[in-house]
């Protein structure tokens, strides 16, 4: 049974800093891949950032050079650094998990608000 789950999220003033963490537990060694996606309120979910099963990093356009993610895949954590954050970044947060998409395992999400 595949479990994920996110640490991290809060609030933080426009232009700060905030570092969100995800575990996936379950996986026999770290060959699958994981993201962040996001929900911001009254919109749909989006894509922020995706670590793959072959190492490889992709980010979402608008948030490329803000946001920063790294895998330690002896513990099959990833991190999300989020900078110079916006009140337009503010919304649920949360991590998935999948042998080569990351959407089929979610996490439980974390709050971010990003106040002005």
């Known amino acids: 049974q595949v479990q994920v789950v996110e640490f991290g999220g809060g609030s933080v003033q426009s232009g700060g800093s905030l570092r969100l963490s995800c575990t996936a537990s379950g996986y026999r060694d770290s060959r699958f891949s994981m993201g962040w996606f996001r929900q911001a309120p009254g919109k749909e979910r989006e894509w922020v950032a995706t670590?793959?099963?072959?190492?490889?990093?992709r980010y979402a356009d608008s948030m490329a050079g803000r946001f920063t993610i790294s895998r330690d895949n002896a513990k099959n954590t990833l991190v999300l650094q989020m900078g110079s954050l916006k009140p337009e970044d503010t919304g649920i947060y949360s991590c998935?998990?999948?042998?080569?998409?990351?959407?089929?395992?979610w996490g439980q999400g974390t709050q971010v608000t990003v106040s002005s």
């Open positions: 670590s793959d099963r072959y190492g490889n990093i």
């Open positions: 998935a998990a999948g042998l080569v998409v990351p959407q089929d395992y």
